[in-house]
C-alpha cells in the first residue's frame, strides 16, 4: 500500500508570493491533517479535513488555508508568504477523524523556504 | 505553555540494552498517546500507541507504559538496535488518535543514539 505522498518535496518562494502544497493520502483514508515542523516550537498543527470538511484548526493565522478534495487528496495554501513561515510542512492521514483511536500517518513533507 | 514534555533532547545508549525515552504530559483530556520515530529528511513514522484505558501495550521491541495518575509515558526498545538511532516524538490527543481540537500535541522529540 502507497504511503502519504507529499508534493513538491521542496520548494523556494519570495516574501509575499503564495504557495499551494499538496499530500495524496493513503488509499481508504478519508482524513487529512496538516502539520509545520519549525526548529524553534516542533509540530504544530495547523487543520484537519475529513469529507472535504475542515473538522479542526490550529493556532495559524488566516493566511493558512487547506481545502480537501471528493478523492480525500488534499491541497495547503499560504498567502502573502513571511520569512518565519519557512518550515517543513507534513500531511498525515488516518481511517478516521477526530474521537477514534486512528492514528496519523505522516508524508515525507514539503520543505520550504522564504527569502 | 508545553502541555507535552520530552525533558531529555538525547540518549545515548550501547546496542542490545533497553533504551527508555519519557514524556509527560499536563492535560488531564488527554486519553490517547502515540510514539513517533523521525530520520532526518522522512516524515515520522508511527511506532505504537496506548489509550488512557490501558497502562501497557507491547509491539515486538517496543513496549509503552503509561502512568495517568503521574501524566507519564514511557517507550522502552528491547533489545536496541543501530536502525533505531533517530528522533522519538511523543505525541497526545484529547478525543482519540486522529486528533483532538487541536490536532496531536507534541512533544519536542528526543534524539536516540544507539552505540556499537
Known amino acids: 500500500k502507497a504511503g502519504v505522498t507529499q508534493t513538491p518535496r521542496y520548494l523556494i518562494k519570495t516574501r509575499g508570493q503564495q504557495v499551494t502544497l499538496s499530500c495524496s493520502p493513503i488509499s481508504g483514508h478519508r482524513s487529512v491533517s496538516w502539520y509545520q515542523q519549525t526548529p524553534g516550537q516542533g509540530l504544530q498543527f495547523l487543520f484537519e479535513y475529513f469529507s472535504e470538511t475542515q473538522r479542526n484548526k490550529g493556532n495559524f493565522p488566516g493566511r493558512f488555508s487547506g481545502r480537501q478534495f471528493s478523492n480525500s487528496r488534499s491541497e495547503m495554501n499560504v498567502s502573502t508568504l513571511e520569512l518565519g513561515d519557512s518550515a517543513l510542512y507534513l500531511c498525515a492521514s488516518s481511517l478516521a477523524s477526530q474521537g477514534n483511536n486512528s492514528p496519523l500517518h505522516f508524508g515525507n513533507g514539503t520543505r520550504l523556504t522564504v527569502t | 505553555d508545553q502541555q507535552v514534555k520530552q525533558n531529555s533532547p538525547s540518549l545515548s545508549v550501547q546496542e542490545g540494552r533497553i533504551s527508555i525515552l519519557n514524556c509527560d504530559y499536563t492535560n488531564s483530556m488527554f486519553d490517547y498517546f502515540l510514539w513517533y520515530k523521525k530520520y532526518p529528511a522522512e516524515g515520522p513514522t508511527f511506532l505504537i500507541s496506548?489509550?488512557?484505558?490501558?497502562d501497557k501495550n507491547e509491539d515486538g521491541r517496543f513496549t509503552v507504559f503509561l502512568n495517568k495518575s503521574a501524566k507519564h509515558l514511557s517507550l522502552h526498545i528491547v533489545p536496541s538496535q543501530p536502525g533505531d538511532s533517530a528522533v522519538y516524538f511523543c505525541?497526545?490527543?484529547?478525543f482519540g488518535g486522529g486528533g483532538g481540537a487541536d490536532g496531536l500535541t507534541f512533544g519536542k522529540g528526543t534524539h536516540l543514539i544507539i552505540q556499537p
Open positions: 505525541a497526545a490527543s484529547g
Open positions: 496506548i489509550s488512557s484505558i490501558k
